[in-house]
């Protein structure tokens, strides 16, 4: 009967928080759960199980503590903790309530605030997050919460494609350098993002070669995501063998980071297009990896599906092909890919008139689209050997109607078939609207 005294939990409660500062929390825990079975609704036992699931990465199981003693452990009281867990198992929007409905804002749940709108794309409210954080904290964190803040500017150029302001931020740390290169990169500024890129490189060589124990594998895996945006730089600039070099080196590193690979994988199927099929299949098989949805923005996965779809065409597997671009066509209803490589497919079948079809509704539902979408159909149309129904679809598309080039195609197109009325047509009208456009 003493087995359950006073004494014996004040013993287990010393045996628990010794191994809790020794950072063994494994043990820590068995010492808890002993003090759980004297008293089965200590808020404090409670507490701590809750945290030493959490150390040990027992998520799903800390979660399932706080949810089964609800009436013990009010909200207001472990907020932080289920929070956390919803985020770190991916229910984000899970954790984005239970922070919204948590009664006190500590600064554990404002930094959570921030980690959970970067991961919903809400970059305007995390930006805002972090500006917040960083104005009224004052401890050693800060430098990190100035990696996040550009992070999200990263981000909002290259998703949104949002002119990014200037932070003013010292790049003493190969963090902050990546992400100010990758916000270049989002602008279009792609030599002075390769510069920043060497630099940060650089500063990541002398940050981890100051640590004895750090390898050179340590550093290559730590500069492969570095790399991995050179290598785009290099893709964008039209270098797509050094590209593709550059690429395969950061694949035969085997990074843990799944993120990392499969857009490297899409990246070298984006290069391959219709050619070397083989090495694109077995790169796609890096893009299914367990976990990558959770580690790329939702453009990032919406270009792999792309690429997935094109690849499916180019092995003529066609209901694959069909199956993955009517996905994505419900997913993006005004995108226009989805609707071009099911075009595409149907072409590749001799169904152009299928084809054509299927563009001409698209065109019609999404007139913003339209100008490319009829330079398709024309194009198929010339396939199809009806050169003047294709110049009938030319010549319906008002904001190209009198540029040069298509003046040049069509007076060349309708000379072909020997149609010289037409021809001076297209000068004519073209002449017009030159004089109306001077004029006015």
Not at 1 to 16: I, K, M, V
Not at 27 to 43: C, E, F, M, P, Y
Not at 94 to 120: C, F, H, M, P, W
Not at 280 to 290: G, H, I, Q, R, Y
Request: charged share 25%.
């Amino acid at each position: 009967a003493a087995a359950g005294g006073p004494g014996a939990a004040a013993a287990l409660w010393s045996e628990g928080n010794r191994c809790g500062q020794n950072g063994d929390f494994a043990r820590a825990l068995k010492s808890v759960n002993k003090i759980l079975q004297i008293s089965k609704d200590d808020v404090t036992a409670l507490q701590c199980k809750v945290v030493c699931l959490i150390q040990n990465g027992s998520f799903k199981e800390a979660l399932s503590v706080i949810n089964t003693h609800t009436k013990v452990l009010p909200s207001d009281v472990i907020a932080f903790e289920k929070a956390y867990c919803e985020y770190r198992l991916n229910r984000i929007e899970n954790a984005l309530k239970t922070i919204q409905s948590a009664a006190q804002q500590t600064d554990k749940l404002k930094e959570l605030y921030g980690q959970v709108l970067y991961r919903l794309e809400r970059y305007d409210d995390c930006l805002a997050a972090y500006r917040d954080l960083i104005r009224n904290s004052q401890d050693e964190y800060e430098e990190e919460r100035k990696t996040n803040l550009s992070a999200v500017v990263a981000a909002q150029s290259t998703w949104e494609r949002v002119m990014p302001e200037d932070l003013g931020l010292r790049e003493a740390t190969y963090e902050l350098c990546y992400n100010s290169a990758c916000a270049l990169i989002g602008q279009g500024k792609l030599n002075e993002a390769m510069k920043k890129l060497q630099r940060a490189e650089e500063l990541c060589r002398q940050s981890l070669s100051e640590d004895s124990d750090v390898t050179e594998e340590d550093i290559e895996a730590e500069l492969a995501i570095i790399h991995g945006q050179m290598a785009y730089i290099m893709q964008l600039q039209g270098r797509t063998e050094d590209a593709l070099q550059l690429y395969n080196q950061i694949i035969k590193l085997k990074p843990t980071d799944v993120g990392l690979l499969a857009v490297i994988a899409n990246n070298i199927i984006t290069i391959n297009k219709d050619q070397n099929v083989f090495d694109s299949k077995k790169k796609v098989k890096l893009t299914n990896a367990e976990g990558v949805e959770h580690k790329l923005s939702k453009k990032q996965l919406q270009a792999i599906e792309f690429n997935k779809a094109l690849l499916a065409m180019y092995t003529n597997q066609a209901e694959q092909c069909r199956k993955l671009s009517a996905s994505l066509q419900s997913q993006s209803p005004e995108h226009l890919l989805p609707v071009l490589i099911q075009a595409a497919q149907l072409c590749r079948e001799k169904q152009h008139a299928k084809a054509i079809g299927l563009l001409q509704d698209f065109a019609e539902q999404h007139p913003a689209n339209a100008a490319e979408i009829k330079l398709t159909m024309a194009q198929l149309k010339i396939a199809q050997g009806s050169v003047t129904k294709a110049c009938m679809i030319l010549r319906s598309i008002e904001e190209l109607q009198h540029k040069p080039g298509m003046v040049s195609a069509l007076v060349t197109m309708y000379s072909h078939e020997e149609d010289i009325d037409s021809a001076i047509e297209v000068f004519t009208q073209a002449i017009q609207w030159y004089q109306q456009f001077q004029a006015s």
